[in-house]
């Protein structure tokens, strides 16, 4: 399976196992009203850049020689083992059989947003949707129309099975916003969207649920572990002596301020976030300086130095 999925899996399996299982229940009408047929050029746009910086074509689009298939965008597949389980990715192509194209856009949005399937089921939190939770009804609509205009592509995929995770229940959404006037705010809501919390933020030891303190472990190829780099601003063990610019150039670059390489899951975003429009790189560093800090030394022989 793709890394950055497993990723997600390191960091969703603690808080899954923390959720509440319920029986099915039928997802709640979504407020966001469908969109037209034929969805204006300017939605499909917003929809590309939104589902680029979020992700989505890392889990639900097959690999060739370590990169997505593109000419298999979203068909789903993707398959790893997982303490006695199988997961596997959907296919959200357009294909009515196969994928979603017979769901309707108040379904895939009450999908997208709370992880509930168009039949009641609750998705498990492998997919990110605790924090596309945010994304805002405009946005919403823009994923939707841009996954309607991607080529149906016939792929079944036999459900996950045997997986000892938890869905976890959200509200439906109402009145999400998110406040491009405001730097800070603004890039919050763009860092819900490409979840960064989830790999930076610990879920056992001293810092547990610390947002951002870093610390989470991942497995590299060659039997190696690296630990998640600690992105509040505390000046000793975070980024607190990064510039905003220097923010920036290592988002875009996969480069830290010393030269060293970004390994690990974020690695694997290195051609989306090199997509950021400059107004929304600069929002999500100055919302990324602006992370109280926290002491929390992270170990340098599991992990690159976070230092400039």
Known sequence: MHRMCLAR????VPIALAGCRKEPAAP?????????PA???DLLARGRYVATISGCVICHTPMVAGRPDRDRLFAGGLEER???GVWRSPNITP???TGIGAWTDAEII???RRGIRRDGQKLLPIMPYPYYHRMTDDDARAVVAFLRAQKPIANRVERSTNLALQPIDLPEPIGNVDRVDDPKAHGSYLASLMHCEACHTPRSGPRANVAFAGGVPFSLPGGRTIMSANITSDLSTGIGRWTEDQIIATLRTMKKPDGTPIEGPMAMYADAWSKLEPRDARALAAFIHSIPPVPNEIPAQQTLSSKP
């Not at 899996?9 to 969703?12: E, G, Q, V």
């Not at 709640?28 to 037209?36: D, R, W, Y």
């Open 28 to 36: 709640a009408a979504s407020a966001v009203e469908p969109i037209a």
């Open 82 to 84: 997982l303490n006695g």
């Open 110 to 112: 009450t999908a997208l």
């Open 95 to 97: 294909d009515r059989e």
């Open 39 to 41: 969805a204006p050029p």
């Open 9 to 12: 899996l390191a960091f969703l």
